[in-house]
């Protein structure tokens, strides 16, 4: 193998297949990536093209500091500065990462109330403690009232959060006092999830927010409508009607293919039709139908973030993360991807014109050229799937002979939810994160990193997974969601087993006497909702201070490409968290909004951004930054004195 197709990746399945790819003569992201260089002026923020006067380019010269005067003459036609360009196109990100999984989240509870009105048949309420608490934050009464008319109230009510025009979010009130309080103080406590994407987007129109200080308080505001908003909702009304994950056995790779049986990718974000694709697939008349096609039988698997949700809740393999989707066709061995929304790459319609993949789109607001579209009918799902599998499994005489399908699944550990730590940690009757928060006070675990967000061709393909190494290595617990959980998953991480063999030996013990992995799979990107919720547990249970920015955690997106990676960032940061990207930084074109963000953000918000492309640097800049809070905490002694003999162990494990 070349060696220059060796830097692309270090998954061996995503190189094999690349190798196919250029015997088959078929381009996909990686090719385009090394055709189509970077803008370099975009890349900093300091290109602005919201109005016809430009675009307006006002680059940074590498070479030398600018001087005061030069400085001042960095300005678009209107007279913008490097700070409006850069916080305008900040802001702009952020409010595009809420708007996408604020529109999941609408789509989400339209079909919880549909559900809850009984009026689709295969969705119903399935956790029914969860929708008690729903009740209890949404201030619904509860009392003699059918299970029906609560799950309308909080359908309706959460439907609301999103046009709601004044006051707050009501899942505000899951987050510390203290936390609350700042926001308050602060003026960007969202009041709708809907209303701050659009003033985000008002702002940045020509000639309107021309402060970045105020620009990025928007930012703050509309990503914190995101985070305890439309992706909290989407977690909670998903976990209510398709049940809270709890953890499950699966496999990943392009290995989960199968050479005998119809294959079928589900790619996207929203599980509503992955869950009715799970169901049909098993369904004896369907699978019938596959072997009268000649197939053994039919084998679901999915990509990017559904893939997370069936994974969670059915265990159904994963074919791989976001650069494997154009792969996965590569194969020859799909007979269909079938689409939702997000992260869906166009380049997977012409790989497919390449072999006999049918791509199948389904939702209304999201075509593809040259793709089949089938629209997913809520109202009748199980004909709608089924409709859809049909189309996959005609197409399983069409496969060709050009079939390769490597061998590579890894073994893995799902369904972390916030609710199964909780009962993991604490048991059924005492369910609790005082487990963890003691194990951290006495510094067997040092303390807790989100590690989340996407893969990016601009560098190696999962190669950031040394950061989770270098993390768990030094007693970190690390709580993934998205593609880098896959990439996590993939290198065998999110077994048990791990723990005795990539766990600092403080780590190792606590994993080992509960049987959990030392890196937690926690979902979809959606549900980084969940690591708000296991980081306000820890606060509520006391030890740990009275704010999520007094905790020892950290959070890091190594390999981010997409808006929801920065608004997620973004809510984490102004949560109190200090979030360290790779990859690229988009507001280096200045120096005032980086030094906001990166400096000025931790006396504000107590978390921070940083930006560090050597994966094992920025792991240590998070260790470091957790030890700081350690030792603020008055806990760093603990850890000092903690020095594990066998005997130790034994009596850890026997606990
Ligand atoms: O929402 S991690 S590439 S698949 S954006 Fe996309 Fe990034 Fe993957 Fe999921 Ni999240």
């Not at 390769?404 to 909780?422: C, Q, V, W």
Request: with cysteine; charged share 25%.
């Amino acid at each position: 193998m070349a060696e220059e197709t060796k830097a692309k990746s270090i998954d061996s399945a995503t190189l094999e297949m690349l190798t196919k790819a250029e015997s088959d003569g078929v381009s996909v992201a990686f090719d385009r990536a090394a055709r189509m260089k970077p803008c370099p002026i975009g890349a900093e923020g300091s290109c602005c093209s919201n109005c016809a006067m430009g675009p307006c380019r006002i680059p940074l010269p590498k070479s030398k500091e600018l001087t005061t005067e030069e400085e001042k003459n960095r300005r678009g036609v209107c007279g913008a500065t490097a700070e409006t360009i850069a916080a305008r196109n900040f802001l702009c990100m952020v409010a595009a990462g809420c708007a996408a999984h604020g529109d999941h989240g609408r789509k989400v509870t339209e079909l919880f109330l549909m559900a809850a009105r009984g009026e689709t048949a295969g969705f119903e309420i399935k956790d029914e403690q969860k929708l008690l608490q729903l009740a209890l934050d949404f201030g619904i009464e509860i009392g003699q009232r059918s299970r029906k008319e609560i799950a309308i109230d909080v359908g309706e009510t959460a439907l609301k959060e999103f046009g709601k025009q004044d006051g707050e979010l009501l899942f505000l009130k899951r987050a510390p006092l203290k936390r609350q309080e700042l926001w308050r103080k602060l003026g960007v406590a969202p009041r709708g999830i809907d209303r701050e994407v659009v003033e985000a987007l008002h702002r940045t129109h020509m000639g309107v927010d021309q402060d970045y200080k105020n620009l990025l308080n928007q930012a703050s505001r509309t990503a914190l409508a995101d985070g305890w908003g439309g992706s909290m909702i989407a977690t909670e009304l998903q976990d209510t009607m398709f049940g809270t994950p709890s953890p499950v056995f699966s496999q990943i790779n392009l290995g989960v293919l199968k050479e005998d049986e119809v294959n079928v990718i589900i790619h996207g974000h929203e599980p509503q039709l992955a869950e009715m694709m799970a169901m049909v697939a098993q369904d004896p008349e369907m699978i019938k139908y596959a072997k009268s096609k000649g197939a053994k039988g039919i084998n679901l698997a999915g990509m990017c973030c559904t893939a997370n949700e069936i994974l969670m809740r059915h265990g159904v393999p994963i074919a791989g993360n976001f650069l494997q989707q154009e792969l996965v066709i590569v194969t020859g061995a799909v007979e269909a991807m079938v689409v939702d929304v997000q992260c869906i790459m166009q380049g997977i319609s012409d790989v497919a014109q390449c072999y006999h993949t049918k791509v199948i789109t389904t939702d209304a607001k999201a075509k593809i050229q040259g793709a089949t579209h089938v629209e997913f009918d809520e109202h009748n799902p199980f004909d709608s799937a089924k409709a859809i599998l049909k189309m996959a499994i005609d197409n399983y005489v069409n496969r060709g002979k050009n079939v390769h399908i490597p061998r590579e699944k890894t073994d893995l550990i799902a369904g972390f939810s916030h609710e199964t730590i909780n009962y993991l940690l604490g048991g059924l009757f005492r369910a609790s994160y005082r487990p963890l928060n003691d194990n951290i006070i006495n510094g067997r675990i040092r303390g807790v990193a989100g590690v989340v967000g996407c893969n990016n061709p601009r560098i190696t393909h999962d190669a950031q997974l040394s950061m989770v190494k270098e993390l768990i290595k030094n007693d970190v617990l690390v709580l993934q969601t998205g593609c880098m959980a896959m990439a996590s998953a993939k290198a065998g991480l999110m077994v048990p087993e791990a723990a005795a063999k990539y766990a600092g030996a403080g780590l190792a013990s606590v994993c080992e006497a509960v049987g959990i992995p030392p890196v937690l799979h926690m979902g979809a990107c959606i549900d980084n909702s969940r690591i708000l919720m296991a980081a306000t547990a820890m606060v509520k249970d006391g030890g740990l201070g009275d704010d999520i920015s007094d905790l020892p955690v950290a959070g890091a997106a190594p390999e981010w490409m997409s808006e929801k990676a920065l608004t997620i960032g973004q809510y984490f940061v102004a949560s109190g968290v200090y979030t360290v990207f790779g990859v690229t930084w988009p507001t280096t074109g200045s120096k005032k909004v980086t030094e906001l963000l990166f400096e000025e953000f931790e006396e504000t918000y107590g978390g921070m951004w940083a930006f560090e492309p050597d994966p094992l640097k920025a792991a240590r800049m998070m260790i470091e930054h957790i030890d700081k809070k350690r030792k603020a905490l008055g806990i760093d002694k603990a850890r000092e004195r903690v020095l594990y003999d066998m005997e130790m162990r034994r009596e850890l494990e026997a606990v």
